[in-house]
Structures are given as structure tokens and as C-alpha cells.
């Protein structure tokens, strides 16, 4: 099993920042992207940012410029700094890898459990 853990999220005042990391835990896997979503109450799961094994990256609209996605490989970690925080990012974020144990055959999606954002005005 690859169990991923995140931590990071809270309150903070719109402007300001915060960092979320999510790490996988155990051995004996390949982590292709890393992802980051977030749902915010009475909308859908929208995908935020992701960054592949080689290192590239894509955001959604809404963060470009605030939001960036970064990984270490050595600590199958993945890191989103968030900065310039708006109300409207007020949501659940959730990281999701694509990875496959050795024991397995293909590559699946493993996510977080989630963790609260909250941004206030």
C-alpha cells in the first residue's frame, strides 16, 4: 500500500500564505505525477496543480502566479507553497499520486486524506 499523508493546511488572513506537503509513506514504489486538488463546499473536486517525474508543471487558472508545485523525489514528498491566499481558495485539498508498487502491474491513483484551507477576508 502507498498511504499518503498531508499536512499543512489551516486559517489565514486573505494575502497571506501557507505551504501543504504530502508524503508517501513506505517502500518499495515508483511515484510518476504528483496532484493536488482541492473541493470547495457545494462544488466539484477541481484539479489545482501537478508536476510530473521530469519535473513539469501545470496549474489551474486560478492560482498561475500564487500557487507552486514543487517535489522531492528522495522523500516522495510533494510541496505547494500558496501564497497571496483568497478567500475564494477556501477549500479541502487533496494530493493524489500516480504510482505502482514493484508488486503490482500498472500504475494506479493513491490520494490524501485531505486537508482543510480556510481563507478569510
Known amino acids: 500500500q502507498v498511504l499518503l499523508v498531508e499536512s499543512g493546511g489551516g486559517l489565514v488572513q486573505a494575502g497571506g500564505s501557507l505551504r501543504l506537503s504530502c508524503a508517501a509513506s513506505g517502500s518499495g514504489f515508483s511515484i510518476k505525477t504528483m496532484a493536488w486538488y482541492r473541493q470547495a463546499p457545494g462544488k466539484q473536486r477541481e484539479l489545482v496543480a501537478q508536476i510530473t517525474a521530469g519535473g513539469s508543471t501545470d496549474y489551474a487558472g486560478s492560482v498561475k502566479g500564487r500557487f507552486t508545485i514543487s517535489r522531492d523525489n528522495a522523500k516522495n514528498t510533494a510541496y505547494m507553497q500558496m501564497n497571496s491566499l483568497k478567500p475564494e481558495d477556501t477549500a479541502v485539498y487533496s494530493c493524489?499520486?500516480?504510482?505502482?508498487?514493484?508488486?503490482?502491474?500498472?500504475?494506479?491513483?493513491?490520494w490524501g486524506q485531505g486537508t482543510q484551507v480556510t481563507v478569510s477576508s
Open positions: 493524489k499520486f500516480l504510482a505502482r508498487r514493484y508488486s503490482d502491474a500498472f500504475y494506479r491513483d493513491y
